[in-house]
């Protein structure tokens, strides 16, 4: 009911206190014609983009080495996966202070003599944007660690003893027997993180506000300001709207291809 | 025989026992008379900035009405506010006691409020008639009164005065004079003027401040033109001007790094530490600032944004108001009512208005300045001020468009058209 109402509101004019009028099309033009909301739309983008690499990157290098018998690996687990179960706003709030003007980063550079290296983290429209995808990561890759780990936990030992005993260098193990047995994992974790990045909102309301300027601004918060701050609840709904289609596609298109690989390997 | 003297005893302990069950009765009476009066509990979301002095009238109210208590949400910054006290109207679960303001150019405004019905008016005030008008009619939708405002702030600089004196600089007259008073700051190692870019309506009134100088005393009818159609902000020079203020101060040193990333609550933590010399801030913040104990004296002033002291013109904002939610129960809209009318009584007001660091209606009206507002009297006295303009505009888009692109000045995204035109495309989405 609730995605019946909001798809309805996105084709009228309300403004949440009033009745709501019908406009049609008009939201949506007016969402293709505002810089503001192709600015959101392209940040939205490219952050899941890089989100999505960076994340399993690091959760599948995570994976690997923690799959190892080390006697610290549970201990290790819980320690990564930590920050996934930390309320998104609160993590980033304490991230804020870390990249405040005179917040710890600033600070550290300073006493190690990296001055030069100080910004204005958050204020800058050159690294708002990518201030945000460290925090995501960090708080994520954690998820695509545990996804991988129980993708490895599902290799038989046997392969890695037939890959050993055929002369297979650690790398060449993990790319020719490793990642293509881990193809199911990656699937599901692509997928999930993908849909994380491009629904991202708490990290960016609280780190930046979507500024400066528009300069971290994604569909997420478009959504927000447009509906709670502004009151134009008809345009923040087709703004909704725009992104359930978007996660959409994009997520089916990309489980489609990953498990046709899956297929294929 | 019998029957009569039973009847007479018979009646005499009637009697009694009737007597004795109405004395057994009435305290039990009178106790579930006191335990059926219903004490009411108000809600009310107000912005943190005002907790100091709002924490002391609930205080002084509460102890005058003990039947009523106030639970009071402060919100982090002005934005969240709007956020929140939207969502919950839309909802249908607001506070008892809503935070408005004046005029039409915020999305709580008082104008929005009121037309699309969330607000009860407020009838046969006996405090409206001590009113000043000319900030009355921005508490008014038609003839009807829809809020109280418990104090006017003027916007400003706010001066660490030790430093200024340890430094042995003067507070500057004219923008030329800022401009070389930010270099003799930099140089001596400590930020000139304190900006919170973010979240917060700073950077908006400072731009409206300086265009009450250069639009709007220079052409007293803009406002009307613009209402009617017949000036944009973009062909003011005016507004050109202000905000290439903005940008000769940006380009000149005078704020801090990273403007944009710096809230309100963070900018008042920076200026209670001593680290700068001068607050872009309305006194609005006075209570936030004095309940960190600063370790120096400071005053306000206001912001030097002619080219010769005598055609400054300061800005009054009108503070916060209050009103009460038209969809609240009979029993709290009657509290609240009761509450708003403690507070316009002029006691509480100067106690709120003392804390807040603003004037109460009262003290406006009689002109009576307290010793860090000094500075604005004169002006004041010479009629050398107005009410915030971005009040009179007629939605919110317009300021929030002033907000936005007014920061990507200090940022280096935005140019002053941009922002100009910006604002001119949210002025035609129409009224609110």
Redesign the interface.
Known sequence: MPIGFGGYYAFTSW????HATWVGLKNFRAIAADATARAALWNTLELASAFVVASNAIGLALALELNRTLKTRHVLRSIFFAPVAISPLAMALIWRWIF???GALNRVLRDVGLSSL????????STALWTILVVLVWQFSGLAMVLYLTGLQQIPREIYEAAAVDGASSWRCVRSVVLPLLAPAVTVSATITLVIGLRVFDQVLAL??G?????SETLGTQV?EQT????R?GYGAAFAVLLTVLVAVLALTQLVFLRLREQRI | MTRSRMGGGHGARCALAAVAFVCVLAPISATARAVSKESVSLTFLAYVTYQPAYAAVIASFERAHPDITVDVTYTPTI?SL??LE??Q??AGNATDLLTTYPGCGT?ISIC??AR???LAPMLRKAWARRLDPRVLEYSKVGPSLFAFEPAVVFDGLLTNDTMFKKLGLRFPQTFAQLLAFCAKARAAGTIPVLMP???SNTLQQLVADIALTTVYAKDKTWGRKLREGKATFEGAPGWHQALAEIVRMNQAGCF???????TGP?GDS?FAQGQTLAYSMTTAHKGAIDAAKPAFTYTQRPFPAAERSAQNVVLLQLAPALSVNAHASKQSQAAAQQFVDFLARPAEGAVFARISGGLSEAQLRAAKFPGYLSSFLPLYTQGRYGINPIETWWN??VG?ALT??G??L?????SIDDVLEAMDAAWKLGP?
């Open positions: 403004d949440g206190l009033t405040d003007n005179e100080n910004r204005a983290w958050l204020g800058d429209p930046t506000g500024g400066p300027v528009s300069a927000y709670f701050y502004l009151g609840y | 934005q709007y956020q939207t969502t109207l839309a999305p929005r409020l699309s019905g969330q870019a973010q979240g801090q790094p990273g403007p944009a990333a710096t963070a920076m919110a888009a929030n936005t692109y920061t990507g200090l940022t280096g995204q935005e609110d």
